[in-house]
């Protein structure tokens, strides 16, 4: 069965520091989601990308934080400058031909620590 | 805005016993909504949706869930609970005209089936 993959599964980054989470895609989606999850909170919409832009975005989601498709494979979510607070689980998820009536499939998740 | 209620952190059943994990919605108009079930670190996965037709739906693994438009809940059930249940269960809901293509989670409710 085919699976959404992340990396890395674990990111530890001192803050201020950059750093990109990666994600590949199930293969013919188009629907792109970025989720994250603040230890014992709940999942939290970040962005949603369809045919290389931005479709919609969180109040989350601010200057800080860029996402692309560089290669037309891989699904990238940037923090240029990382806070303590940017501390959470975050997760890829892709849909298929049509966003509205497709499920989401969710990647495993990469834990991003900031120090 | 769209929300979504799981009013129990955690439900605890004996194996073999029928289980329900409750969650109920406010959204404008008429909602998609999904349970998703999530193992310890491993993303989320999609159990079953709600889009239209029948108030019942059944997904994968033996659960169902029933949606009940005048009391604007989505309960997940499953007839026989087995000790592999046990998990992290999220009920979400998307909306059918606006709020674009994003999902808006629960709290989420820890199952534990025990023998």
């Known amino acids: 069965e085919p699976e959404v993959t992340q990396t890395p599964s674990h990111q530890v980054t001192q803050m201020g520091q950059e750093v990109i989470l990666r994600c590949v895609p199930i293969?013919?989606?188009?629907?792109f989601y970025w989720y994250r999850q603040i230890l014992g909170q709940k999942v939290e919409f970040l962005v949603s990308f369809y045919n290389n832009e931005i479709s919609e975005k969180s109040e989350i989601f601010d200057d800080q934080f860029s996402v692309e498709r560089p290669d037309g494979s891989n699904f990238t979510l940037k923090i240029r400058s990382t806070k303590l607070e940017d501390s959470a689980m975050y997760f890829c998820?892709?849909?298929?031909?049509?966003?509205?009536?497709?499920?989401?499939?969710f990647g495993p998740g990469t834990r991003l620590t900031v120090t | 805005a769209q929300s979504v209620a799981q009013p129990e952190d955690q439900v605890n059943v004996a194996e073999g016993n029928p289980l329900t994990v409750k969650c109920t919605y406010s959204v404008s108009g008429n909602p998609y909504l999904f349970w998703y079930v999530q193992y310890p670190n491993r993303g989320l996965q999609f159990l079953l949706k709600?889009?239209?037709?029948?108030?019942l739906v059944k997904g994968s693994y033996g659960f169902e869930a029933e949606f009940n438009k005048s009391q604007t809940s989505f309960h997940l059930k499953k007839p026989s609970a087995l000790v592999s249940d046990s998990a992290l269960y999220f009920c979400a809901v998307r909306a059918f005209t606006g709020g674009g293509n994003k999902l808006t989670f629960g709290t989420g409710t820890q199952l534990k089936v025990e023998l």
């Open positions: 293969s013919n989606h188009l629907y």
């Open positions: 709600y889009i239209t037709g029948d108030n």
């Open positions: 998820a892709t849909a298929g031909t049509s966003g509205r009536n497709h499920e989401q499939y």
